[in-house]
């Protein structure tokens, strides 16, 4: 699969044309993902319809907090992918936990995407939903039901870094939120997905929970407990006053069989005690308590450049897709932008580009199962 990028800094509707036309008069069959910053959603999506639909290109896209390259961080502006061909890419949206017609809509996406599999292996499924949407995990259980190990799995999550509801998810006529935009890349090894967070020693359990909600943990309120690990293991004292500023440094980590480490970050704090996090926590996980000093940054970029060696042989000279989780840029302040800078070194990428994630979508290296992370870059080479 050959595919270009084109960043823009800032929304200029002559240079996008310019460019769309380009492309179009090489690859006549091409077609768009968008990414777009969520400062300029207002004026950037509508633009970017109209100039696709003014040539007849199909697109879809979705909105972020902030874009990325090597450089940082920007808050502003787009970034068009092209395929040269384009792909299966559907926006599905209705996913709310409690709409009658959400499990119907996950049959016809597995349905539609197997339908579309002409080969056993070599298709990734590349997924963008909205993060308010708050079964993820749950959604790509069911995917792997269907799907299996036929597509190796790929994404995050789009939107407000408030996380307050907001359309996010487009195509050529819609902007929606609560959905997922769905992408078949057939002849495409994946991506890379690390975070590296380093777990402490104490475990606890979480012994009610509802999605995203961790209710009770160790059988008493989840943040009156959180609040006493916290304490013990780092000595910092959080309440209802700080929680916003202070949860985000110390996530909980969901402990899998097989020693992998799920991230899920906290959010919100509801009154009875209970705590909302980015991603489902399932009824009796096994928790610990992840600290942001104890990411390894340099682990972290060790990781990424041998597992894109190890997908590609070489990035060398090519440009990498990037998304960077949100709470990650929080924890590490300066260091996220030296992440960046690091990884092209280390890579020899000729650019680095993405954007701002809300969740990570990466698979096991054994039987190639979905996992829903927090914290965590995800990776893939862009073009050939």
Known sequence: MTQGMSCFERIEAQRI?????????EYPQMGVLALVAEADREIAVPLL???????????????????????????????????????????????EPT?????????????????KLDQPHGNTLFMIFDAMVANIASILDNLYLCLADYVRYMGVNAGSETFQPMPCLFDNTRVTQNGVLA????????????????????????????????ITIDWRPAFEVYQEAVEAEYGIKIDRNNFYQL????????????????VRMPVALEEDGSVFCVGEVPPNAVLTLLQAPEVDSVQTVDKLTAGLRNLYGTV????????????????LGDQAGKELLELKKRSGAA??????????????????????????????????
């Not at 709409?99 to 339908?115: D, P, Q, V, Y």
């Not at 997905?193 to 929970?209: D, N």
């Open 17 to 25: 044309a310019g460019v769309l036309h380009e492309w179009q008069t």
């Open 183 to 214: 992408m078949l890349l057939k002849n495409h090894p994946g991506a890379v997905v690390e975070h590296c967070y380093l777990a402490p020693e104490r475990m606890i359990s979480a012994t009610s929970t509802e999605g995203n909600r961790i």
């Open 49 to 95: 319809q109209g100039a696709c639909n003014a040539i007849q290109a199909p697109l879809v896209g979705a909105v972020f907090p902030a874009l990325l390259d090597q450089s940082g961080f920007y808050g502003q502006g787009c970034i068009m992918l092209r395929f040269d061909v384009m792909p299966f890419a559907v926006l599905y949206d209705g996913l």
């Open 99 to 115: 709409s009658s017609t959400s499990r119907h809509t996950i049959a016809r996406m597995a349905r539609e995407i197997a339908e």
């Open 316 to 331: 060398a000279g090519l440009d990498l897709l990037t998304f960077y989780c949100a709470g990650r840029r929080i924890h």
């Open 247 to 262: 949860a985000v440094h110390f996530p909980f980590g969901i402990m899998r069989a097989n020693g992998e480490i799920l």
């Open 351 to 384: 650019r680095i580009a993405g954007a701002i994630s809300l969740g990570e979508i990466g698979h096991s290296m054994q039987w190639g199962y979905p996992f829903f992370h927090n914290g965590a870059l995800v990776c893939c080479r862009w073009g050939n």
